[in-house]
């Protein structure tokens, strides 16, 4: 039986806080397409496949010696997404500062895993992209 979409998305981050990329990559569908906005990441990029998914993850911890991504809030967004408020703490590499923001993402799941993310400042901005469509899967 596969699974709700809101478990697909608590599984992925619950993996990746306890195992890391990998086990995070185990819930990833292999056609994933993301991207990390201007507005929200300082240097935007688009992320394919699980190799992306790795690239995405690597590029934090040269910088960070510590990630976690506690989801604060899932919700169901019809039959095949979820709008995430999620609280990001990071600890850096070179100062050993605690840092911790609220991030708000629109997954889109396919076959049991995250297909689509889509990432947005406020949380009525990913309401409002999952209203139009959710976290743009590839075409």
């Known amino acids: 039986m596969e699974r709700e979409p809101v478990e697909v998305v608590r599984a992925a981050f619950e993996a990746f806080n ?9 819930h990833i569908h292999p056609d994933v397409e993301f991207t990390t906005p201007a507005d929200l990441a300082s240097e935007p990029d688009t992320y394919r496949g699980h190799d992306g998914v ?19 809030a899932l ?5 095949r997404l979820v709008v995430a408020e999620m609280l990001v703490t990071v ?27 889509s990432f947005h400042p406020t949380l ?7 209203e139009a ?3 743009k899967p590839p075409a």
Not at 54 to 72: A, C, G, H, N, T
Not at 75 to 79: L, Q
Not at 124 to 130: G, H, L, P, Y
């Open 133 to 135: 469509g959710g976290g």
């Open 54 to 72: 790795r690239r995405y993850w690597d590029s934090f911890f040269e910088i960070m010696e510590e990630i976690k991504v506690e989801p604060l």
């Open 18 to 26: 306890e195992d890391g990329t990998e086990a995070f990559i185990e």
């Open 91 to 117: 600890r850096g590499r070179a100062t050993g500062l605690q840092v911790s923001q609220r991030a708000h993402i629109v997954v889109t799941v396919a076959d049991g895993k995250a297909l689509g993310l």
């Open 124 to 130: 009525d901005e990913a309401e409002a992209a999952a």
């Open 75 to 79: 919700r169901d967004w019809g039959e």
